[in-house]
């Protein structure tokens, strides 16, 4: 879900080198900047290669008496769990709006989608383990029983990026305990705190030590060399090293990989619906989510009306949640460096600079790009920054087309009322998500009614 994964890459807290004291070598230090301010929020040890094995072996040796508490025991600490985070709420919300940068009320929605997660499994972890027996037929005439159960690795390692360091962990994290396995998360270099100061919380509930964190560049890389299953939540770059490493031991992996995630806009859409979500969809959390639109393609008989509508909802873009307004900070400074340089290829390739286009420190404006075209970055490569190309194309075939070409993300949205070309494009987009005339389920957390 981002360009370059802080795993494996530089990243934006400082490591510090290894400096001999008396006779004995420190460990590298991680130094966590609030991109809000540039204050320093706190400085951690990361692990080493060592360290890792050493949590991992250790969690491994937990593993056995945690699966022999059974699904109702697991579940039991995991309600102990989630009562202990509403508990904090308040303390863990302001840390992870503190090191991500995210507003109060975006870092209050992450938390909240990591109780809703345990609170799914906590209800249906027990009916998602029971033993299923379907009738398999294997030629006419003949059949056999055969039963599916899942059973557990004794160790899954979570590697979880920068976007969402809490929830996103939360989403692997809790159906592999209640699967029955113990649990190592490596949060991003980038935001590692929210998820050491959750560990935490697991460990001073007395509940059985299978649930534990890594930090530091070094500490990705060990644990795919030592876990029995790897969950990686990240680019498409780092996915595939992440693959062939996983590969290499025979253990499996799960990757959950990044990409462009289009908008398609057709000649009889609602233009200012679609324009006020895009923009919506485009610039909550400043892009940083691989579900933000990173491509709106646009039939060319609306390019230009479409457009204007575009940018002035940019323009006046505020939060989608409380009363906060603006995009805020992003992340990495490092990474604003990165969605500046795409923004540069573009305009240098031709393309027209609608609205936005400059940032520095922590920040990007919201922008909007012209004229895109596919020999321009921001069109390839992954954002995860407030920018919206926008591509003028001939007709629906050649909008669809390139909507699903890669790097393809994972959803997209179609705005027509038209429901034969609608169902059309859910049946060429796939597997991507794909939504009609609507964006919100793309960015936003569900309400209560």
């Known amino acids: 879900m981002r360009i370059g994964h802080p795993e494996f890459h530089a990243h934006r807290a400082t490591t510090q080198s290894q400096v001999p004291d008396a006779g004995k070598v420190r460990p590298p230090m991680l130094t966590v900047i609030a991109p809000a301010d540039g204050r320093v929020v706190d400085t951690i040890a990361a692990e080493t290669p060592d360290r890792v094995r050493t949590a991992v072996d250790r969690l491994r040796d937990n593993a056995a008496g945690w699966h022999s508490l059974g699904v109702v025991g697991r579940i039991h600490w995991l309600r102990v769990f989630r009562n202990w985070l509403q508990d904090n709420r308040t303390d863990l919300v302001a840390l992870l709006g503190a090191e991500t940068g995210k507003t109060e009320a ?248 609608r609205c936005g286009g400059t940032g520095s420190g922590f920040t990007f404006e919201p922008t909007v790009l012209g004229e895109v075209d596919a020999t321009m970055s921001v069109l390839t490569q992954q954002t995860l920054g407030p920018v919206l190309p926008v591509v003028r194309v001939g007709d629906a075939e050649a909008a669809f087309e390139l909507a699903r070409r890669g790097p393809a993300g994972p959803c997209m949205s179609v705005w027509t009322h038209d429901i034969v070309t609608a169902n059309r494009a859910i049946a060429r987009l796939s597997p991507a998500r794909v939504s009609i005339n609507d964006i919100s389920i793309h960015v936003a957390r569900p309400q209560p009614c």
């Open 106 to 353: 975006e870092a209050d929605a992450e938390f909240g989608l990591a109780l809703d997660t345990l609170d799914h499994y906590r209800a249906h972890g027990a009916d998602f383990l029971g033993g299923r027996h379907p009738q398999v037929a294997l030629r006419p005439g003949a059949a056999m029983q055969l039963a599916v159960s899942q059973p557990a690795g004794a160790v899954v390692g979570v590697i979880g990026p920068w976007t969402y360091p809490l929830a996103l962990a939360v989403f692997d994290a809790a159906p592999a305990l209640v699967a029955g396995a113990a649990v190592v998360v490596k949060p991003s270099s980038e935001t590692p705190l929210t998820l050491r100061a959750v560990a935490r919380g697991w460990q001073s509930l007395g509940a059985p030590a299978v649930f534990d964190t890594v930090t530091g560049p070094d500490a990705g890389p060990a644990v795919l060399d030592c876990v029995d299953y790897v969950r990686f939540t990240g680019s498409v770059e780092t996915g595939k090293v992440v693959a062939l490493r996983a590969a290499a031991r025979l253990i499996p992996c799960c990757l959950d990989l990044g990409g462009k995630s289009a908008a398609v806009v057709l000649s009889d859409a609602d233009l200012g619906l679609a324009a006020a979500s895009i923009a919506l969809g485009g610039l909550a959390n400043n892009g940083q989510s691989c579900h933000c639109v990173e491509r709106v393609v646009v039939e060319s008989p609306v390019y230009e009306a479409f457009l204007d509508k575009l940018v002035a909802e940019t323009a006046a873009f505020g939060a989608a949640l409380g009363e906060e307004t603006g995009t805020g900070v992003m992340t990495s400074a490092a990474h604003v460096d990165r969605v500046r340089e795409q923004v540069r290829d573009a305009l240098l390739k031709g393309a027209t600079l």
